[in-house]
């Protein structure tokens, strides 16, 4: 892992895609066992010379604790924030955490260290880029492929959007304290790399419709992150040191190709939209948190039926294209490059051999695991693609007038 931030860099060079792509400003991506020595001599180096851990409860038991120990020992000056959980028990990247965080960041801190999984980088991300102080990532669990990217996902005003902000200087991924995570956060993390599936169709979609920016680049590094994942599944599975070693590595190569293009593209298509809504309605109804991987994993699953079995007929009739509500030019491109469009959804792999891959790490694989009730589920596939302008299948699917759902509901 060492050489990739270069690798990349200097492929970036090379691409001719027509985007700009930004400079990867990580100085070091560590991932191995007793990362967090290493997280602490590259403080050392920076000459750090105060620093704010963000944590909440959890991954303070499991990092945290020994996090402050390595810095008392080398006599470095540190507070800790505990992030609070809501009255759910959920730790949410919302306005309350985020005031949270600012309220107690004094603005003297010279670094802060997000100490945590998805959530806990997020507030993070937001808190940092908004004073001014660089931050350092250091992963508890391998359960989102977040860390290395630009975006964070936060909930406002009870809606969930994802703002653009900044990466951290360093990832410092230890191999002991990501194998100790649960494991149902093992398997949200393949669930969230088996969302590349329908999100690299989703995108290529975007691009060929509406004219939505792409990168090939982007596009193969998420890929191969992919292809890393599935090809060691069983060690993943196994939990042995290889197999976590391949999916946080995975994870942080997706995160580092959304970084490359400098928005979620590449990783996040209609599943991803799925799952926030969803997200957003347990909010609203003041319910248990469902982790985000398991959440896109399930998403994944039914996006690769409804594409297979409706996007694909939808697109053989011309007349449904024709008749569409959608912009006269898209219809025109659609129809144009028709053959291509098919043959991005005939490559994502059908939804049994998707489940087979999470149902090895033991993950969820229908709405049912995850206890969402079928109107639930209907509202999503028909509601979700609203929450973002991104042009996916499953918004095409209901601008061709796709209602019916329901049909999906044995899946
Ligand atoms: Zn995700």
């Not at 038991?61 to 008392?72: D, N, P, T």
């Not at 990247?93 to 107690?104: C, H, N, T």
């Amino acid at each position: 892992m060492a050489n990739i931030v270069s690798t990349i860099q200097s492929l970036s060079y090379q691409c001719n895609c027509g985007n700009q792509h930004k400079i990867i400003e990580i100085e070091e991506i560590v991932v191995e066992k007793g990362a967090l020595t290493r997280a602490v001599e590259f403080i050392k180096k920076k000459n750090y010379q105060s620093i704010k851990l963000i944590v909440d409860e959890n991954t303070f038991k499991a990092c945290g604790e020994v996090l402050s120990s390595l810095l008392k020992k080398e006599k470095l000056s540190y507070s800790v924030c505990f992030v609070e959980a809501n009255e759910n028990g959920d730790v949410v990247a919302d306005e309350r955490s985020l005031i949270q965080v600012l309220l107690e960041t004094s603005g003297n801190e010279e670094v802060m260290i997000a100490v945590g999984s998805g959530t806990l980088h997020d507030i993070t991300r937001f808190c940092s880029a908004k004073m001014g102080i660089p931050f350092i990532s250091i992963p508890t669990a391998p359960s989102v492929d977040g860390f290395t990217s630009l975006g964070a996902p936060l909930i406002v005003k009870g809606v969930k959007q994802t703002f653009q902000l900044t990466s951290p200087v360093g990832v410092f991924a230890d191999i002991d304290i990501l194998s100790a995570a649960p494991r149902k956060m093992i398997a949200a993390g393949v669930g969230d790399m088996v969302a590349k599936y329908t999100s690299l169709a989703d995108w290529k979609l975007d691009s060929l419709v509406t004219g939505e920016p792409y990168c090939p680049l982007a596009v193969q590094i998420t890929q191969d992150a992919l292809q890393l994942c599935t090809d060691n599944i069983d060690h993943i599975a196994a939990g042995d040191t290889k197999g976590i070693t391949i999916l946080i590595e995975s994870l942080i190569q997706s995160g580092l190709a959304m970084l490359l293009f400098g928005q979620s593209h590449p990783a996040s298509g209609g599943e991803h939209h799925i799952s926030h809504f969803w997200e957003m309605q347990f909010l609203k109804e003041n319910r248990h948190q469902v982790l985000h991987g398991e959440k896109v994993g399930v998403a994944t699953i039914l996006l690769a039926t409804l594409y297979k079995e409706r996007l694909l007929s939808v697109l053989e009739k011309d007349s449904l294209i024709t008749q569409g509500d959608m912009p006269e030019e898209w219809k025109r491109n659609l129809l144009e490059n028709k053959e291509e469009v098919l043959t991005i959804y005939k490559e994502i792999p059908n939804a049994e051999q998707i489940k087979g891959l999470i149902q090895k790490v033991s993950g969820p694989i229908s709405y049912q695991d995850l206890s969402i009730e079928e109107e639930l589920l209907l509202n999503a596939l028909k509601e979700a693609h609203h929450l973002r302008n991104r042009f996916t299948g499953l918004k095409l699917l209901s601008m061709v007038g796709e209602k019916e759902f329901s049909t999906y509901l044995s899946v």
